[in-house]
């Protein structure tokens, strides 16, 4: 039972452009969301998170978005560098649980 | 970067044979994680530490245990390695050992193992 879902392997958008990221959940506990991001031979990093009482969090050129009817997130990268290349992961948990639970992950590519 | 070394990076194995993965930690964080990353899986979680000898299972653990004496270590073992196991290997860490629970996990660098 996948309770948190990435239904798009992989992304390729082009250097400059929105990359939109998107990630669903199934747990209606749930209500902490994070974001890590990946490259070849490294361990996952973090990137943002957001908690349910908001609906948008902003980090520089990261912006992760909650709409929390639809169970749904999205990370926004505005604009993509050619470094965003990674792996993305969706990450959640209800706030005081010491356990993430993890998507499949997105490939996401930057064309130059 | 939150101090987390895993060792060995890489390791290759046959099958049948015991193996110990190793994960250092310098933050004096309190809860430890196993976790493996295999493709169309993301990470999944073996294991779990929220103490010195305090451990509990993930969602795959079998074929797995655990041992935490020391707030810095964790160790994970196959004690008897299948092909099944072969994948990426990732220690994290979270929260302060005085403190609270923390949801932000800081990740090791990955151990990769190929179980022949």
């Known amino acids: 039972d996948q309770q948190v879902k990435q239904n798009s392997p992989s992304l390729s958008v082009q250097e400059g452009r929105i990359s939109i990221l998107n990630c669903d959940y199934t747990?209606?506990?749930?209500?902490?969301f994070l974001w890590y991001k990946k490259y070849p031979a490294e361990g996952p990093t973090f990137l943002i998170s957001?908690?349910?009482?908001?609906d948008k969090n902003e980090d520089g050129r990261f912006t992760v978005f909650l709409n929390k009817s639809a169970k749904h997130l999205s990370l926004h990268i505005v604009p993509s560098q050619p470094g965003d290349s990674a792996v993305y992961f969706c990450?959640?948990?209800?706030?005081?649980?010491?356990?993430?639970?993890f998507g499949t992950g997105t490939r996401l590519t930057i064309i130059p | 970067d939150a101090g987390i070394t895993q060792s060995p990076r890489h390791k290759v194995t046959e099958t049948g044979t015991p193996v110990t993965l190793r994960c250092h930690q310098t933050?004096?964080?309190?809860?430890m994680y196993w976790y493996r990353q295999d493709p169309g899986h993301g990470l999944r979680l073996i294991h779990y530490s929220y103490g010195v000898k305090d451990t509990d299972k993930g969602e795959v653990s079998d074929g797995y245990s655990v041992s935490r004496s020391k707030t810095e270590d964790f160790l994970l073992t196959l004690e008897s390695a299948t092909s099944s196991q072969t994948s990426v290997y990732f220690c994290?860490?979270?929260?302060?050992?005085?403190?609270?629970?923390?949801?932000?996990?800081?990740f090791g660098p990955g151990t990769r193992l190929t179980v022949l």
């Open positions: 957001i908690s349910s009482i908001k």
């Open positions: 990450a959640a948990t209800d706030f005081g649980n010491e356990k993430l639970t």
């Open positions: 994290a860490i979270s929260g302060a050992i005085s403190g609270g629970t923390y949801n932000e996990q800081f």
């Open positions: 933050e004096n964080h309190r809860y």
């Open positions: 747990n209606s506990m749930f209500d902490y």
